[in-house]
């Protein structure tokens, strides 16, 4: 497995940005799929974004799309997740995920190693 190590969280005001980062060592990063999910207090953990290994494929969830971007450098082992336009509905505890898997299958039950998780948090 991977370790993951996630920064760059914090407290925002709507409409602000933030650029999450995820650092990995272990096991050869650019074998897999990087993404990020989120839970919120009192919900399920969710998808937000996956990035596949060579970088040239990501998926979004509905709910980010043209505002949130993944991306990741493999020379430094890191990916990251450009947030703009935040809201207060993006409140929330961010994990970063690694899985073996294609971007296509990147679900919870895929997911090889999490990170300890960020907590992003957008007041109104």
């Known amino acids: 497995q991977v370790r993951l190590v996630e920064s760059g969280g914090g407290l925002v005001q709507a409409g602000a940005s933030l650029r999450l980062s995820c650092a990995a060592s272990?096991?050869?990063?650019?074998?897999?799929?990087m993404g990020w999910f989120r839970q919120a207090p009192g919900k399920e953990r969710e998808f937000v974004a996956v990035?596949?290994?060579?970088?040239?494929?990501?998926d979004y969830a509905d709910s980010v799309k043209g505002r949130f971007t993944m991306s990741r450098d493999n020379a430094k082992n890191t990916v990251y997740l450009q947030m703009n336009s935040l809201k207060p509905e993006d409140t929330a505890v961010y994990y970063c995920?690694?899985?073996?898997?294609?971007?296509?299958?990147?679900?919870?039950?895929?997911?090889?190693?999490w990170g300890q998780g960020t907590q992003v948090i957008v007041s109104s």
């Open positions: 990035i596949n290994w060579s970088g040239d494929n990501t």
């Open positions: 272990g096991r050869t990063f650019s074998n897999y799929a």
């Open positions: 995920a690694a899985s073996g898997w294609r971007i296509t299958s990147f679900k919870k039950a895929n997911i090889g190693s």
